[in-house]
């Protein structure tokens, strides 16, 4: 890992008095109630299929998670979800539609290199980091419960 | 060097100008809907238009730019005896890739966004050195192809902040040679590469507005010039927040350009387009700009001295992702009406 450089220190003043910066809390609240509001409406199906369907709570749950895979997967290919997540930021990106979108978009990318060679080496290239850190992240969590005698 | 050039530190002075014959500009669908669309000579209503993949989409606009740019100098290919072109793909394939089609003595350049003016600058030197007759140079850049290699894949919802550029689906060509013409190059300033450690990937424009202020100062001082002895200076692709920081840098070292007289293609390209967040940017933006919008002005004589002064962030993905600074160039060309 190379140390990241800093900006000349006559230059640092004048490149943070021009432009706009990110406008945070607006971001901030945006992706709270979009984030907020996709999850409600989502729990409210959820409710609903193990109420008419019958299923049990944690049937109910993955069948509602595939819809909204689904759903967020078909708004990439259609070009809409990047356009939306650029209004609501964390509110599409930290629920599972930015997993989905993550292999959807990667996916969709590299076709133009081909089936096994593009879309397959380089499907999970943004999500392979979630995967790596989560399993791992896991392993770790085990270990120290089962040395602590927790399982 | 040959009596008809003149060296003064990092420019040149062309006492006999080699003359733009020519020159053409191919915009993509958003470039056409831009406020600049009706100075472009082909539009694409898609963005891939039926070919396999953005790459081939990207090498074929710079195709045709060559090829109209040819047409409107009333040669043909085989007149061109050098060819100079850029892109911002990894080992500039588009430029390689037109070249073969176009079966001329080739130069493959490469200066990110700048690259449109080093091969005129380096086009201009070899028609006025006497070292050819006739040449070409081109440059072209595709929003789809360039996203996918430096940023993410072009459907990914990332959040992107209100400094970041837009890159151009536009190419240009421009065709230079000893013959009688309109408009001249008269001066060129060969940028040096300035780094002041901006590490911000989305703030290209913070990141080569030194080195534009570095050219500009350079040029002035080297051709004996001042600001306003040109109707019009044009910075290529430092958007919205690079153009600020360039004209106050620019104060800071005793030169205040008239905010009238000088305008950024990343600006001018798309307007006001929120979209677009700060600009445009990439080759294609001031090949499109300087070889549409401003060669018409300067034939129509709405324009008679203009100062192009290109700007490129030489950085790669992998340079980025290992958290090396952002290198800037700005190349400078001085185009007149004689």
């Known amino acids: 890992m190379v140390k990241k450089p800093k900006v000349a220190s006559w230059y640092d003043p004048i490149i943070k008095s021009h432009g706009t910066p990110r406008p945070l809390a607006k971001n901030c609240l945006a992706a709270f109630c979009f984030g907020g509001a996709l999850c409600a409406v989502a729990q409210f199906f959820q409710l609903l299929i193990s109420q008419i369907a019958g299923v049990s709570d944690k049937d109910a749950a993955a069948i509602v998670m595939i819809i909204v895979i689904a759903l967020a997967a078909l708004l990439t290919g259609l070009g809409v979800f990047d356009k939306i997540a650029q209004q609501v930021g964390a509110g599409l990106a930290v629920p599972i539609t930015g997993f989905a979108n993550s292999i959807a978009s990667s996916t969709l990318e590299f076709k133009s290199e081909g089936y096994v060679l593009g879309s397959g080496c380089n499907g999970f290239k943004l999500a392979g980091a979630v995967i790596f850190f989560g399993i791992g992240s896991a392993v770790v969590v085990a270990l120290i419960a089962l040395i602590l005698g927790l399982v | ?338």
């Open chain 2, 1 to 338: 060097m040959s009596g008809t050039i003149v060296q003064q530190g990092q420019s040149w002075i062309f006492s006999v100008p080699a003359t733009l014959i020519a020159a053409s500009a191919i915009g993509g669908p958003k470039e056409g809907k831009g406020p600049l669309g009706a100075d472009f000579d082909y539009l694409f209503s898609d963005n891939r238009d039926g070919q396999a993949s953005f790459e081939q989409m990207e090498q074929r606009m710079l195709q045709i730019a060559c090829e109209m740019a040819i047409a409107k100098a009333g040669c043909v290919a085989d007149d061109i005896d050098f060819f100079l072109c850029g892109d911002l793909l990894n080992q500039i394939t588009s430029s390689g890739f037109t070249a073969r089609s176009l079966a001329r003595p080739y130069f493959g350049l490469f200066a990110a966004c700048a690259t449109a003016v080093e091969g005129l600058i380096l086009s201009s030197l070899m028609v006025a050195s006497g070292a050819a007759k006739k040449t070409m140079c081109a440059a072209g850049s595709h929003t789809c192809t360039a996203e996918r290699q430096f940023r993410y894949p072009n459907e990914y919802g990332c959040q992107k902040p209100p400094q970041s550029q837009y890159t151009t689906t536009a190419a240009g060509a421009a065709i230079i040679g000893n013959e009688e013409g309109v408009i001249k190059i008269t001066a060129a300033t060969i940028g040096r590469v300035v780094d002041l450690g901006i590490t911000d990937s989305f703030n290209m424009g913070g990141a080569m507005a030194p080195a534009f202020a570095d050219t500009i100062t350079a040029h002035l001082q080297q051709r004996g010039v001042s600001a306003d002895y040109y109707d019009l200076i044009l910075s290529g692709d430092l958007g919205r927040v690079g153009r600020d920081i360039a004209l106050d840098l620019l104060y800071r070292r005793g030169i205040e350009l008239d905010e009238r007289r000088y305008i950024d293609c990343g600006c001018l390209i798309y307007g006001d387009d929120k979209a677009v967040f700060a600009g445009g940017s990439g080759c294609g933006c001031v090949a499109s700009v300087s070889f549409g919008h401003i060669y018409r002005r300067l034939m129509a004589g709405e324009l008679n001295r203009v100062l192009i002064a290109a700007t490129g962030a030489l950085l790669s993905p992998t340079s980025s992702q290992q958290k090396q600074s952002i290198p800037g160039i700005s190349h400078a060309v001085a185009l007149e009406r004689i």
